[in-house]
């Protein structure tokens, strides 16, 4: 089933065209990944989805509804959480306190409940705790729940970020550049967790300029170069298209391995 | 949080609770118990431009105008005979509420320093709009305001001409806008807040309206500081525009950010010293400004995010107990 689709979607800044009439779609459970070269709209595209920008022409469907132009926490709160290129998270909390806090739109307690601590928002609460110690299990943070977030190493940082955007209970997740920066080892640890995410039930839109990554991990690719697809398929088809090797790998120099 | 440091907690708050009762024993005359009713009244309007500015992480110079709006709203429903004291109170606290939700709608679109024009412009508004709507208002000053009187309950008689008892009720409004400020930031509300005030890119990528829970913080500070209004005019019988000004609206913020924005314990030390410091200093009144100026310089210098902030930073071991 298609999960998210894209319809001719565009977007332009000034005179620039970020995203020419791209379409493309996720179905569920599958791990979508988007590879381009610097600058061909990668990052725009997860805006446009997310919200953040308005797309000038074009339809996005998120299970048969249309989202097109919806504010970000409004899509959010649909199911389709994002982590951001830059590591995004709230510095001065603990990671157990980030986690929760990625919990809000799970969660119904208003200024009564908060004021009162009634039983539904103690029972709330401890169901935020136990969650969140559950994520950051997941996520290999178990041992730093109460150090803030800032004094973590830079991939723990970047983990605690997919762990804010997958408290959300998403059914779309899009990460862009999960492993940037990361060692070798980080970045398998990192692979495993978008791995049972999507065992968990989570469809993901990658964008990983790793490509030994990302043809490990992807079921699917799309490429794309200045805004628009130039293909899309299965990771060899991708591999071995011409036109792909040409714009993303370079002409001569092929090296997935 | 363990069993133990919850148990630290409450006889830390139980001491404190301790300590305003039995304080207005210890003042040596009247003049203390005033300053010490002050006190209060300020903490209550303090920890509500907190909310606002140090949680949340919006600019506000516009609190002294909502303190304004409820001592105002309150005094003129007694002074016209519309309603006694104590529901011209209530009511002086909701219309300013009201009042912050609705202008919060309108100038919370704007951020940083153009927030903060907005907000200055409409403090100066309302300092002018109550010197100069006369028949409303009373111009310069606006006396008669009886205060909560006598109550009475069974064959109880409360007396709230005498400053002790005013100092009670004042005090017992403080514990209770302190509590309530504690319970909301260590909320799914107060988380909100905060996300806000770090990320607000990220906030909404999490699902948090931002806009909407701006107006929630701004309207709950708005709403104290209409509280404290009212205890003011009652306590003072008699209100002027001033008590509206853009200097008052500053006067908060300093008080904020010296005591620790963003801290609980930090709006009420701030108000505390920004009382007690021109009484303790002990120069002429030529130079008072000019030190107090100097002192306040030094503690922003050295101390940026104020005084609890730096308290907190002092020892990890302190972050549990500086809320």
Known sequence: MELLKIVELTKCFGGVRATAQLSFHVADQEILGIIGPNGSGKTTLFNLITGIHKPDEGLILFSGENITGRKPYDVAQRGIARTFQVTNIFSGQSSLDNIIMGRHCRTRAGVWGALSRNKRTRAEEKENREKAYEMLSFLSLSDVWDRPAELLSSAEQRRLMIGISLATSPRLLLLDEPTAGMSAEETAMAVAIIARIKENGTAVLLIEHNMKVAMNICDRFIAIEGGSKLAEGSPESIAANQRVIEAYLGKDQICLN | MTDKTNSHALYLW?????????????????????????????AIMVAGLNLIVGFTGLISIAHGAFFGIGAYTCAILQVRGILPYWPALAAGTLFTALIGALVGKAILRAKGPYLAIGTMALSILTALVLMNWQSLTGGASLGGIDGPGVLKIGSWHIDFYSGKTYYYLVYLFVVLSMTGV????????????????????????IGVNAMRFKILSFTIGCLLAGLAGGLYAGFMGAIDPDIASVGMSFNLLVMTIVGGAGTLSGAFVGTVLLWLLPEALQASEEYKPLLF???????????????????????????KWVK
Do not use: C
Request: positive net charge; hydrophobic residues 55%; glycine residues 10%.
């Open chain 2, 14 to 42: 139980l001491s404190l609770i301790g300590l305003i009762i039995l304080l207005p024993w210890f003042l040596p005359g009247r003049y203390y118990l005033f300053l010490a009713t002050m006190v209060g009244i300020y």
């Open chain 2, 182 to 205: 504690y319970r909301l930031i260590h909320s799914r509300i107060g988380r909100a807040f905060i996300a806000i005030r770090g990320q607000e890119e990220l906030a909404e990528a």
């Open chain 2, 293 to 319: 100026g100097i002192i306040l310089l030094v503690i922003i210098i050295f101390m940026p995010k104020g005084i609890m902030g730096r308290v907190k930073e002092l020892h990890p071991a302190l972050n």
